[in-house]
């Protein structure tokens, strides 16, 4: 695989956008430490810059082996092109340890029967590893690249759903930007409940119109209004710990690449967000 250089952009950057196989900073630095990334014919470094004119070459399939992992997760949506996997809370989607979404459906899914299929599943976009819920994973080359265009175009939409600390407005949206870079939430309040500790707990649905690391969790803590257990962001707020960070993908909407078709893939979210507001009521 060759790409072509846009100026001054790191390696990292650049292999995320120009090789799909690439999808994460640590399949780069496993490339490179693999020797299957060159850099105008050599090796590549982890800290090289690409300059207008350099050429990138990506050795063999692109992709690190799957390692063995025999976790069942539900499959929502499948054909010969992609898969949606509802993935559990405290695994990862990708990235260099065993228990992953991509390794866990390796063992799985057979290879597509289309051309260009890939050796196994490879993730579009990724969820934190505390958030459970819907993840979309592409089984051919064309696939990946289309998808993964169609991701940072912004052309697949989202909905997620959390509990929050605090009684958030009826819907609105926080336009704030995350580490300098733009970032858009929209938000829709479904259903609050009195809490006697932390005075109201709310359910909410969650639109994210654009695609930052930990946007969601980060734009709900700044307007107050925590996500219940994101330990991360809690700082010295009290929250419920233990029980896990209560936010589920529940929803994705995106045109086929192969077929042009609309597809809408939803998934309820866990019962336990709706009782905790139940619990807290009758409590109070």
């Known amino acids: 695989m060759v790409g072509k250089a846009q100026p001054n952009t790191s390696i990292a950057s650049y292999c995320r956008r120009a090789f799909p196989l690439l999808g994460s900073k640590t399949a780069v630095k496993k490339a490179i430490a693999d020797g299957r990334l060159l850099h105008n014919g050599r090796p590549a470094r982890p800290d090289a810059l690409v300059r207008p004119g350099d050429r990138l070459e990506l050795a063999g399939a692109g992709m690190p082996q799957a390692r063995d992992f025999d ?157 219940i257990g994101d330990k991360a962001y809690a700082g010295k707020q009290k929250t419920i710990l233990g029980k896990g960070l209560f936010l589920c993908a529940c929803r994705l909407e995106f045109e086929h690449p192969a077929t042009g078709e609309a597809v809408v893939v939803e998934i309820e979210p866990p019962r336990r967000f709706g009782k905790l507001l139940d619990r807290e009521e009758e409590r109070c």
């Open 71 to 227: 976790m069942e997760l539900a499959v929502v949506y499948e054909d010969e092109h992609l898969l949606v996997v509802n993935k559990p809370a405290g695994i990862a989607v990708n990235g260099n340890r065993v228990k992953t979404v991509e390794n866990a459906v390796a063992g799985s899914i057979p290879p597509s029967s289309q051309p260009g299929a890939l050796p196994r599943p490879v993730a579009v976009h990724r969820i934190d590893v505390p958030t459970r819920g819907l993840v979309l994973l592409a089984r051919t080359k064309d696939m990946l690249i289309r998808l993964s265009k169609a991701f940072e175009q912004n052309a697949v939409k989202k909905e997620y759903v959390a509990v929050v600390h605090g009684k958030p407005p009826e819907k609105g949206v926080i336009d704030e930007p995350i580490q300098g870079k733009e970032a858009v939430t929209k938000f829709e309040t479904v259903r609050s409940a009195p809490s006697r500790v932390f005075g109201h707990l709310s359910l909410v649905r969650l639109r994210p119109v654009t695609g930052r690391t930990h946007q969601l969790r980060i734009h709900l803590q700044r307007q107050g209004y925590l996500i």
